[in-house]
């Protein structure tokens, strides 16, 4: 099956920096990647994603890219602000079955004054 | 609208004791799915349905049993709770189709 790995596993970075969270894959299968962020004690929330045949994509300050050759992908958050303190999970599937979200184990991202 | 409820959002067993985790979903949903969060260890997938009378086993099915009678409710059942069993459980639903997974609040689950 699926297996993805997520680095780094904690995070710190001063308000304003940029944060970057990486993640790998095993299964040459997997076409779909979503991130979701999961501020303490609530759910997960998508807050980008994207597909195998796109290898960027952006939404204000956070962006994914994505290389399929490497089987890797990764979540950047520009001009960081304290709100975006969470944990973060990268995941990958086929869309085929994408009720099968395989998760990384989560970075913890913590953006101080 | 209120997307994916799970109840209870806490609750505390006995070892030995058994438990329905309940989750319904009013978005007509086909895909539904159960994970459990544990910490260090991110979501693991425990069960999913593709549609009603549709169950298959995810990552690490032992221990919890599922149904899906309707397509708006996936209960999670815990025949005999064990202390290893103790997390944080997130019901998903997903739209055939697409690709988004609505997360529920969560139950968090723990086995004395």
């Known amino acids: 099956g699926e297996n993805v790995e997520q680095h780094p596993s904690t995070l710190s970075v001063q308000e304003g920096d940029s944060a970057v969270i990486k993640c790998t894959y095993s299964?040459?299968?997997?076409?779909?990647f979503p991130w979701y962020k999961q501020e303490l004690g609530k759910r997960p929330q998508l807050i980008i994603d994207i597909r195998s045949n796109v290898g960027e994509k952006k939404d204000q300050r956070i962006a994914v890219t994505l290389n399929k050759t490497a089987k890797h992908f990764s979540l950047h958050i520009t001009e960081t602000q304290p709100e975006d303190s969470a944990v973060y999970f990268c995941?990958?599937?086929?869309?085929?079955?994408?009720?099968?979200?395989?998760f990384g184990t989560g970075t913890r991202l913590q953006v101080t004054l | 609208n209120a997307g994916v409820t799970q109840t209870p959002k806490f609750q505390v067993l006995k070892t030995g004791q058994s438990m329905t985790l309940q989750c319904a979903q009013d978005?007509?949903?086909?895909?539904m799915s159960w994970y459990r969060q544990d910490p260090g260890m991110g979501l693991r997938l425990i069960h999913y349905?593709?549609?009603?009378?549709?169950?298959d086993q995810g990552e690490v099915p032992n221990g919890y049993n599922v149904s899906r009678s309707t397509t708006e409710d996936f209960p999670l059942r815990l025949l005999s709770a064990a202390p290893s069993q103790t997390s944080v459980y997130f019901c998903?639903?997903?739209?055939?189709?697409?690709?988004?997974?609505?997360f529920g609040q969560g139950t968090r689950l723990t086995v004395v």
């Open positions: 299964d040459s299968a997997s076409n779909y």
């Open positions: 349905s593709v549609g009603a009378g549709i169950t």
């Open positions: 978005m007509n949903h086909e895909y």
């Open positions: 995941a990958a599937s086929n869309t085929g079955t994408a009720s099968k979200l395989t």
């Open positions: 998903a639903s997903r739209r055939t189709g697409a690709t988004e997974a609505f």
